[in-house]
């Protein structure tokens, strides 16, 4: 869960992107075709477990409608500004001068990407500093005062501030295969890969 609603891309030990595709928004189900042979990996009954799927079979994923499910939920903040050393005394220097300009509760959090692409990383990230709001209405509606009283661009950022929780049902025409805890790991064994049927852009996947 926290790889396919965070904000950050994972790599595979070959050097490739992990794809995430998952139950999301208005997503019922989520069907996958394997043309090779693939591994399954999930969470049952506390225990890490794995499946080994056989080529030409189709996986459907979906909610179970025994779970009680909770969704994501996201935090919101005014980004107010950068700062372009990674130094904490640079952080704590630039927090203490809003603080001096009437700002309190500016906290700093990490925004970018850091690809570990071997031999060479690709790290883009730098820290921001935000001030928490109970809402995405009340980050923009700050946004709008901070900009006026400070003559800065004041932006509305969100990351993910808890993650969702619920049982996904994992089954092929052999029957159940599954009842994962709030993720199943699919990855392929083979180098056919993996098909996703039906892919709603925008609505349901990450």
């Given at each position: 869960m926290?790889?396919?609603y965070g904000?950050?891309l994972?790599?595979?030990?070959?050097?490739?992107?992990?794809?995430?595709?998952?139950?999301?928004t208005?997503q019922?189900?989520v069907?996958l075709r394997?043309?090779?042979?693939?591994?399954?990996?999930y969470i049952?009954?506390?225990?890490?477990?794995?499946?080994?799927?056989?080529?030409n079979t189709e996986l459907?994923?979906?909610?179970?409608p025994?779970s009680?499910?909770?969704?994501a939920?996201?935090?919101?903040y005014?980004?107010?500004?950068?700062?372009a050393?990674r130094a904490p005394?640079?952080v704590?220097?630039a927090?203490?001068?809003?603080?001096q300009?009437?700002l309190h509760?500016?906290t700093s959090?990490w925004?970018?990407?850091?690809?570990?692409?071997?031999?060479?990383?690709?790290?883009?990230?730098?820290q921001?500093?935000?001030v928490p709001?109970?809402?995405?209405?009340a980050?923009?509606?700050?946004?709008q005062?901070?900009?006026?009283r400070?003559?800065?661009?004041?932006r509305?950022?969100e990351?993910?501030?808890?993650l969702?929780r619920?049982?996904v049902?994992?089954r092929?025409?052999?029957?159940?295969?599954?009842?994962?805890?709030?993720?199943?790991?699919?990855?392929?064994?083979?180098?056919q890969?993996?098909e996703v049927?039906?892919?709603?852009?925008?609505?349901g996947?990450a």
């Open positions: 926290a790889l396919l904000d950050s994972p790599i595979a030990a070959t050097g490739e992107p992990l794809v995430t595709v998952g139950l999301a208005g019922k189900e069907r394997t043309h090779g042979r693939v591994g399954v990996e049952e009954a506390g225990l890490r477990k794995q499946a080994v799927v056989p080529a459907v994923f979906a909610l179970s025994r009680q499910a909770i969704p939920k996201r935090s919101h005014v980004d107010v500004q950068g700062v050393s005394a640079a704590t220097a927090q203490n001068s809003w603080q300009r009437g509760g500016v959090i925004d970018g990407t850091a690809l570990d692409l071997s031999p060479r990383p690709l790290d883009t990230r730098a921001r500093l935000v709001m109970p809402s995405a209405q980050a923009r509606d700050q946004a005062v901070l900009s006026r400070y003559g800065i661009t004041a509305v950022a990351r993910l501030g808890t969702p619920g049982d049902t994992v092929s025409p052999l029957g159940p295969l599954a009842l994962a805890q709030n993720y199943a790991r699919v990855f392929s064994l083979e180098p890969g993996i049927t039906d892919v709603a852009y925008g609505t996947y």
